[in-house]
């Protein structure tokens, strides 16, 4: 079945793909439409709490919480969701990435309520709106920018139902329309723009997307430290060896090196903040945030069948729609077919972030749906998912119809245990019983 997958994925752009990749305006009216639909279906879904979007004390108030004490109160020891430390100070183990990406849709809100003359907190009903807006503004940027770099390789018509089945039969729905207050569909986000300007780069060298490059994984890193394990993909993805990659990039920052100090500086400005905090909350620049706390990776002892199939949000067990993707991973990085894909390094960044969120001390990561450490890693994995999703196009008919009805399926489940998701589901006293019983009422039995 995966064995005439790969031979038959050498395919010729057709006119109306061609024409789709070069325009934009599609893309513009897409990310628009998809917007629209994913904030009316996070305002509806979010309606029974929505006083509690912004400020139930979780991740994403501390995620959340540097925009209203940077533009209202100007006090960044005040912050309200943090660790104190030994000192007497409170430590945010949230950075500021997330806050930067959210910052335009929380100043709409802001002028909006000062032109309205309402009460501002930072955390009325224009607030949530606009954070549900952000949320469902960037997943729907990321899947059109996909949507550009894959449609350079596959017809357009299996590219958007790879783009509808990532969304839609993954937790990325999940945390664009649930629990958009997390950092995950912003990292998505950007992961999206690093593979779409690493694919631009390879292609047609310039100074102006080195830059973005950098500035892009600097935001990256300041989202989630791990992250950063993502940035394997603008220094070796490409058709070479790896020494040839690695030379490759450093003849970039020669040839276009007023751009790389550029690059530089616009990304030590970003930093700069977030370096200042951490000196004056623990004197030292660079800290890592959860260690204080003492939490910390057991590198000896990974949970690595337990991440991916443990009732405790085994992603694979949740989502097995990314089964088909990781077969095809598997058999593309073996094989090193299609050429087009560097199947290899999408492959080592994966296995890294699998290895390392296996080794953390809650592995499952608490307050979980699926596992949700792999939900920007989609924008790196749309590449075999959407060669999966090709190469069973074209599978005889006596195939194709039972695997249509089983992706209906997985996607109607996806979408209703998101609706009836709670937390926590997971630790001690979430079992495999606990979970047959969820699937249960997700089925309505």
Not at 119 to 124: A, L, P, V, Y
Not at 326 to 339: C, D, I
Not at 360 to 376: A, I, K, Q, Y
Request: charged residues 10%; positive net charge.
């Amino acid at each position: 079945m995966f064995g005439c997958a790969c031979a038959s994925l050498r395919w010729t752009p057709d006119r109306m793909t061609k024409s789709v990749v070069n325009t934009r305006t599609p893309y513009l009216i897409g990310i628009a439409l998809l917007t629209t639909l994913l904030t009316w279906l996070a305002w509806n879904t979010n309606a029974p709490k929505m006083g509690h979007v912004l400020t139930n004390a979780s991740d994403p108030l501390g995620y959340y919480q540097w925009l209203p004490w940077t533009f209202l109160h100007g006090d960044w020891s005040a912050l309200p969701y943090v660790n104190y430390l030994p000192n007497g100070k409170g430590l945010s183990l949230f950075s500021m990435g997330v806050a930067i990406l959210q910052a335009p849709f929380f100043l709409m809100a802001l002028i909006y309520c000062k032109i309205t003359g309402s009460e501002i907190t930072g955390f009325e009903l224009p607030f949530v709106l606009t954070r549900l807006l952000a949320a469902a503004f960037y997943a729907s940027a990321g899947l059109a920018l996909l949507f550009r770099v894959l449609a350079r390789s596959w017809p357009a018509r299996t590219v958007w139902l790879a783009c509808g089945l990532l969304l839609f039969g993954t937790n990325l729905y999940y945390y664009t329309v649930h629990d958009g207050g997390m950092s995950h569909i912003y990292s998505f986000f950007l992961f999206a723009v690093l593979v779409h300007l690493t694919v631009s780069m390879l292609e047609d060298p310039s100074g102006p997307r080195l830059m973005l490059i950098m500035l892009c994984s600097t935001v990256i890193v300041l989202i989630r430290p791990l992250n950063g394990v993502v940035l394997l993909v603008p220094l070796l993805y490409g058709p070479h060896s790896v020494i040839k990659s690695i030379r490759m990039r450093y003849q970039w920052v020669l040839r276009y090196w007023r751009w790389s100090v550029v690059g530089v500086g616009f990304s030590f400005v970003l930093l700069l903040p977030q370096l200042l905090y951490w000196k004056y909350a623990t004197g030292s620049y660079l800290v890592f945030t959860y260690g204080t706390k003492n939490e910390g990776f057991d590198w000896i002892d990974p949970h690595l069948w337990e991440i991916l199939f443990s009732h405790q949000g085994g992603w694979l067990l949740y989502h097995p729609i990314m089964i088909g993707a990781m077969v095809v991973l598997l058999r593309g990085a073996y094989t090193k077919t299609p050429a087009f894909v560097d199947w290899r390094t999408i492959l080592l960044v994966w296995t890294i972030v699998w290895y390392s969120y296996a080794s953390w001390w809650n592995w499952w990561l608490g307050g979980s749906f699926g596992h949700r450490g792999f939900v920007e890693y989609y924008a790196i994995l749309a590449l075999p998912f959407t060669a999966f999703v090709h190469s069973a196009t074209q599978w005889s008919v006596r195939w194709r119809w039972p695997v249509l009805v089983l992706v209906a399926f997985l996607i109607f489940l996806n979408i209703r245990m998101g609706l009836l998701a709670f937390s926590p589901m997971d630790g001690p006293t979430w079992t495999w019983d606990s979970l047959f019983t969820f699937w249960k009422d997700s089925l309505f039995l």
